[in-house]
């Protein structure tokens, strides 16, 4: 079974979502707010968000980063509305979907049946690490993107990038304030391009393979108040 969670305040738009997923067979809850989406990923089981962009819009700077966060979690559809064409459009990892059916799309090409997770919160820093980004394991200083964290958490990090990451699922990274400079393996788990949204950016990334020093070294960094 699948489950997604929508969040919208567009009644036409949930109406059109809720008649495509009915018809899909897939099941479907939908929140009223942040808040409420927040509060129901707490407590029920999803394998996916259906977001509509415009629910978003006057989101605050912690709304934004739970949302940054729940995106790394979950399979995220960010859906927009043509009220002209009484369509929905929607992109996933700044991928464009079947424009006929873009929730069917999404569901059968990003979420897993079976059983859904519940969100389990990872608290974020506002912490700006100098960061070496390739698709290369030798992630070299001559070939690797010199950027910066927008924020880190024990288990991952958003890290800045105009570059085109759709479509790539691993990357390698070293942090420069780290003792150890040992490449590290991250999942790329949101994908953020530039222009899309009035947000920095980048990828968010989980790390698959940290060195015990690298792990004791970012849980100090990750011991003061959170973002």
């Known amino acids: 079974m699948i489950k997604l969670l929508l969040l919208s305040s567009n009644t036409e738009a949930i109406s059109t979502c809720c008649k495509a997923l009915e018809a899909s067979g897939v099941c479907y809850e939908v929140a009223e707010s942040i808040a409420d989406m927040h509060l129901r990923l707490l407590n029920a089981p999803f394998n996916g968000l ?50 006929k059916d873009p929730l069917g799309d999404f569901v059968a090409r990003f979420c897993l049946p079976g059983r859904g997770r519940i969100f389990r919160e990872d608290k974020r820093y506002s912490i700006h690490l100098n960061v070496l980004l390739s698709k290369d394991r030798s992630c070299s200083e001559q070939q690797a993107e010199k950027t910066v964290t927008l924020n880190l958490s024990q288990n991952g990090c958003f890290i800045v990038t105009s570059h085109d990451w ?42 698959k393979d940290l060195q015990p020093g690298q792990a004791r070294e970012i849980s100090i960094f990750c011991s003061g108040p959170s973002s």
């Open 50 to 99: 259906v977001l509509d962009v415009m629910a978003t819009v006057s989101a605050t700077q912690k709304e934004r980063l739970l949302i940054q966060e729940i995106s790394e979690t979950y399979p995220v559809l960010r859906l927009r509305w043509h009220n002209s064409r009484k369509q929905i459009r929607g992109l996933v990892l700044g991928e464009i979907l079947d424009k």
């Open 166 to 207: 759709r479509d790539v699922k691993t990357a390698w990274i070293r942090l420069m304030e780290l003792s150890d400079q040992t490449p590290i393996l991250v999942e790329i788990r949101n994908f953020l391009p530039w222009g899309e949204q009035s947000r920095m950016p980048g990828i968010g990334v989980k790390f």
